[in-house]
């Protein structure tokens, strides 16, 4: 059975266990990881068919030995080969994630120490590794950091150097010898890289055979590089978790479980971060992707269209009508009626201490997320790809209302109007 991230949620509050921030961006990597496999695995087997049907051809077979030639070579990947990949891609990522945050705090705790299960499930192989201490630059955690496997259980933790000695480094002449299993003996610091080297090598074998599948190969390698260096400017654009941010996630992770949803933890900080009048960072990078409008700005901008998408699952404004007075980068507009504006961003619209205009928005249902379904939360953000008309305008109220004209002038959360041409 596959377990989903909202599973994966609520075992971690059952059990009381705090996600480190990496958990919120697991399904990105995952996302672009099973992608990229997924072409990869299409193209394999649009290559053996024809290869099949050509040795049936010279052979004369029939086409009862054709099909049983596509289905001993495993053209149909099975339920349960999918979930294997899935989990591995999920336990990469959140290996990668443990391994940049032990990264970053080696000066206090400069040693890691391998932990494996004991139970009659695990892996002699994996067994053999447990308890191994060693300093976190040390050679051996580039081809044994874990998963060493598939489902593999295993996991490291970090220690000063006191409890390095404490417990006892493990010299060289200890370290057991193991072979890691086939295609897991990279380092966690790669991750996101092994698939690109794959690819690689199969550009490489296929250059002198077979140039259209060499191309199509460097394609896909292109497109998995764009998704991996837009994952990177999103993470990038994440703060660290101030204590207020830690609050409204659980608030979040309360709806997302109270719904039953399977809401991509990504999403879920999407929305603590856009939550706060104060953000800037994740805004400018969703602003800035709309300008460009290139492949890679395309690729975060999609993330932010699917992540919008699936919070209205456990969210929707349901109400006809919402009202405020701070629309987030709204004071600068000069609007008149019969204006046609685009909201291009998620637009943060609430009330206010500091009174300002009234802003009326009409025929609102579902297009925007009613941030009162969260706990401690107020206010509305307004769905992306959004065009508002005016209505009316007076010294104390501007009424919106949802339309279908095209917008005569873009409103980026945060930032100016640009007019279209």
Known sequence: MTVSYTDALRYAREKKVVLPEEFYLL??????????????????????????????????????????????????????????????????????????????????????RYSSLTDSRVRPSHLVLNNIIRHIDDS?????????????????????????????????????VVQPDKGFSTTPASYGKHLNDVLQEKIDDAILTDANLASELAKIKDEAIVSQQANDEIVKAFEPM???????????????????????????RMLA?????????????????????????NSITNWMRRSFQSLLSIAKNLKNKITGNNLKGFDSLELKQGNVIGIQTPTLFKTAEKVGKNIIITDAKGIALDLTKFNGLDGALLAPDLNLEVVSVSDSEIVLRKTKEVATRLFIANNTLHSTN
């Open 27 to 112: 399904d990105l990597n995952a996302r672009q990881y099973a992608t990229t496999v997924s072409k990869l695995a299409s193209l394999d087997q649009i290559r053996t068919v024809i290869n099949l049907s050509n040795k049936a051809i010279e052979d004369g077979s029939t086409f009862q030995d054709f099909k049983k030639a596509i289905e001993e070579n495993g053209i149909e990947l099975s339920p349960h080969h999918l979930e294997n990949i899935f989990r591995t891609n999920i336990q990469n990522a959140y290996a990668h994630g443990i391994w940049t945050q032990q990264q970053e705090n080696k000066t206090n705790r400069p040693y890691l």
């Open 140 to 176: 051996f955690w580039y081809t044994y950091y874990p998963p060493n496997g598939y489902l593999c259980r295993c996991g490291v933790s970090a220690l000063t150097e006191a409890q390095a000695k404490r417990l006892g480094i493990t010299p060289d002449d200890k370290l057991p």
């Open 242 to 268: 101030s204590e207020k941010t830690k609050e409204d996630t659980e608030s979040i992770v309360d709806r997302v479980l109270e719904k039953n949803k399977d809401v991509e933890p990504s999403a879920i």
């Open 273 to 297: 971060e856009l939550i706060h009048d104060d953000e800037h960072s994740l805004t400018d990078l969703l602003k800035s992707s709309v300008v460009r409008n290139d492949e890679q700005s």
